[in-house]
DNA sequence: TTGTACGCGTTATCAT
DNA sequence: ATGATAACGCGTACAA
C-alpha cells in the first residue's frame, strides 16, 4: 500500500498543506504539529511522490546521458563521474545509449522531451546540428562532454589537437622519425570533416620537419581489433617504421596484441603511445605509456557545470582541461 | 515554449479528450478529426508530459538498476543490454551506483520508490534483507541479475558453483595437481557466508583426490591488484603450485601482469585461468582461458523478465543459465 | 463521434 | 500557525 499526502494529514489531523510544509522544511508551524506529522509520516511509510511533485515544480531532479556506447572503459568513466555528482545534489540520471545512430539518438531526445528532465548532458558524441536544433527547443540546459563543439553551447573537453601534437613530439624527442598513426575515426574521415588529433598529429610532424603523407595514417573504428589491422597495415605501408600514435588506448592495445602475435617486439622494435589513459594501460604488457586528458576531472566538471546551469538559468562557461603524458613501457628512445 | 494538451484541443477546435484519443490510437473519432488533431500537434511541435501521464496512470516507464560499480566489464555489459531491452519497449532506465554499500543503496531504493520506478534490477549486488524488505514495502516487481538469491524473488544468474566446479576439473584434467585458487570476497569470507566459487573449486580437488586446504586460496577484493598481490601470496603458499584458478577474469590478468613482471612464464611456469569471459581475455597477453557465463544473455533474460512481470504482474521464473570453458592460452597441459 | 467533469498527488496562494 | 482551494497536464468514465 502506497499513501498519499491526504492520507497523512487527515490521520495527524491537519490539512495537506501544513504536511508539506512540514515535508519541506518551510515553517510556519507549530514544534508539536511538526512532530505530530513526522510521526504519522513514519508510521505510514510515507513517501511523497516524485512525480506529482514534478507536476507542479517543473523539475524533476533527473537528467539524460547520451553517450555512444557503454563499453569503453572512457564512457563508463565519465558515467561514473556523472552518477556520484549526480547522487550527491540528489538527482538521478538516465543513460541513453545511442550507438552512434542518428535516429536512435533523436528517439531518445523526444523520449527525455516527454520525461522532462532537468538537462542533458552529450558524452562523447558527434553533435549534429538535428540533435542541436531539436535540445533548443526542448529548452533544458545541455553540456557536451569530451564532444567536439560545433555549435555554441556549453562544453568541457581536453584539446584533442594539442594532445595528439604532444604525443607525436614526444615519440619525435625520443628519436622517432618514422611515426605511423592509427585514427579511429573512419566515417569522419569519410565525410572529410575535422579530426583534431589526426590534424595536431600531422602538424608536429611537419613543425619538426618530419616526413608524413596519408600513407603515414590508418583509418578504421575504435575497437581492438582495429588496432590490430591498423598495425598490418602500417607496417606494409611504412616498412622502415619505429614508432606508432594510437588515437586511443584500445587501438593501441589492438596494436600491443598484434605485434605479440607477430613476434615484433615493443617497444625494441616498434613503440606505441596511446591516447585516453584508460586503467587497462597499467595492466597490459608492456604497460602502454599514453596520453591522459583527465577524463574524470571532465566528467566531474561537466556534471557540476550541468546543476549549477539548471540552479542558476544561467549558461555556464566552457572550459578545456589540460593534458599530460604518463609514461611507462611502451616507448624507448631511438 | 512547450505547450499542453488543452493549447491542442483549443487550437484544433476539440475537447482534450478528443485529442488524447488520437494520441492513444483509441479511436472513436473521425478520420477528418484525427487528421487535424495531428496537424496541430505537428505544428506546436507538442510533447505530451510523461509526468502527467505518470500521476494517472501510475506507470512511469522506467526502470531502476543498482549495480555496485561501473567499471567492471561485467558490469557494463549488463547495462548494455537491459538498456537494449528497455529501449525496445519504450522504457528508460535509471543508473543507481551503490558502490557496495548499505548507505547509499538504501538511499537509492528511496530515491527510485519516490520516482515511482516501474521495475527493479539487481545487478552484481549482495542482496541484503535489508533490501529485500524495503523493495518487498514498495511493491514493484524486481529481479536478481547474477546476485544470489537469499531471498525469494525471481533471478537470472549462472550456478557460479557448477562454474567453478567445471573450472578447476579442466585444471586436473589438464594434469594439474597443485593448484591455487585466488577469490574476490574477502567482506563476505570474513563474515563466514557462502562463496559458492569456492566451494566449486573444493569440491572439484576433493572429488579427484587433489589436497587442498585453506593455504591455496588467497582472497582479496576484485581488482588487477588482488590479482597481482594474490600471485605472490600464493606461490610463496604453495612452492610447487603450477595451476590458478581465478574467480573473475580481472583477477586472472592481474595475475598474468604479476606473472610477467616477476618473470613466471604463462603457461609454462603456471597456468591460469578465469571466469566471466570479457573481452579482455582475448587481448591481454597471453590470451586468457576463461569459464564463460553467458552474461550477455543473462543480462537481456533478465530485462525481458522484468518487462513481462511489469506487464502481467505476475512473478516470472527464475532460471540458471549454461556455462562453458572458451580456451585460450593461458593454460597448458602438464 | 465528441465533450464534461473529476481524479491523480503535490505545491503555492490566499485567507483566516 | 493553519486551512481551503486552485493550479499542474493528462486519462477516463460518463453523458450527450
Redesign the interface.
Known amino acids: 500500500?502506497?499513501y498519499t499526502i491526504m492520507d497523512v494529514a487527515k490521520k495527524a489531523n491537519v490539512s495537506k498543506a501544513t504536511v508539506s510544509r512540514v515535508l519541506n522544511n518551510q515553517g510556519g508551524y507549530s514544534e508539536k504539529t511538526k512532530k505530530k506529522v513526522l510521526e504519522v509520516i513514519q508510521e505510514l511509510?510515507y513517501?511523497?511522490?516524485?512525480?506529482?511533485r514534478?507536476?507542479t515544480n517543473k523539475r524533476?531532479h533527473?537528467i539524460g546521458v547520451l553517450v555512444p556506447?557503454?563499453?569503453s572503459?572512457l564512457i563508463?568513466?565519465f558515467?561514473?563521474e556523472i552518477?556520484?555528482v549526480a547522487?550527491k545534489v540528489?538527482s538521478?540520471?538516465?543513460?541513453?545509449?545511442t550507438e552512434s545512430r542518428g535516429i536512435?539518438t533523436m528517439?531518445?531526445l523526444?523520449?527525455?522531451?516527454?520525461?522532462?528532465i532537468d538537462g542533458l548532458i552529450l558524452a562523447g558524441t558527434m553533435f549534429k546540428k538535428e540533435y542541436y536544433d531539436y535540445i533548443e527547443?526542448m529548452?533544458i540546459p545541455i553540456v557536451l562532454l569530451s564532444t567536439y563543439p560545433v555549435h555554441p553551447v556549453p562544453y568541457v573537453t581536453a584539446s584533442d589537437y594539442d594532445a595528439a601534437y604532444t604525443a607525436a613530439k614526444y615519440l619525435i624527442q625520443k628519436g622517432h622519425n618514422k611515426i605511423g598513426m592509427i585514427s579511429g575515426n573512419k566515417e569522419e574521415w569519410i565525410a572529410g570533416s575535422h579530426l583534431p588529433r589526426v590534424e595536431g598529429f600531422k602538424d608536429a610532424l611537419s613543425d619538426y620537419k618530419i616526413s608524413v603523407n596519408e600513407n603515414h595514417i590508418v583509418y578504421g573504428s575504435f575497437s581492438?581489433d582495429d588496432g590490430m589491422t591498423g598495425l598490418k597495415h602500417l607496417i606494409k605501408q611504412v616498412p622502415d617504421l619505429t614508432a606508432i600514435f594510437t588515437e586511443n588506448d584500445t587501438l593501441g592495445?589492438?596494436v600491443?596484441?598484434a605485434a605479440?602475435h607477430l613476434g615484433i617486439k615493443v617497444p625494441e622494435d616498434i613503440s606505441v603511445i596511446g591516447m585516453d589513459n584508460i586503467?587497462?594501460c597499467?595492466?597490459?604488457?608492456p604497460p602502454l605509456t599514453s596520453v591522459s586528458l583527465s577524463h574524470s576531472e571532465m566528467a566531474e566538471k561537466a556534471a557540476n557545470m550541468m546543476f549549477e546551469m539548471i540552479e542558476s538559468k544561467k549558461v555556464a562557461k566552457s572550459c578545456i582541461l589540460p593534458h599530460k603524458i604518463v609514461e611507462r613501457q611502451s616507448v624507448c628512445s631511438r
Open positions: 500500500m502506497t511509510e513517501h511523497p511522490s516524485a512525480i506529482a514534478g507536476l524533476t533527473t556506447n557503454l563499453t572503459s563508463t568513466e558515467l561514473n552518477e556520484a547522487h540528489g538521478s540520471v538516465i543513460v541513453c545509449h536512435k528517439k531518445y523526444q523520449l527525455l522531451r516527454e520525461k522532462r527547443k529548452g581492438y592495445i589492438g600491443l596484441s605479440y586503467n587497462l597499467e595492466v597490459v604488457t
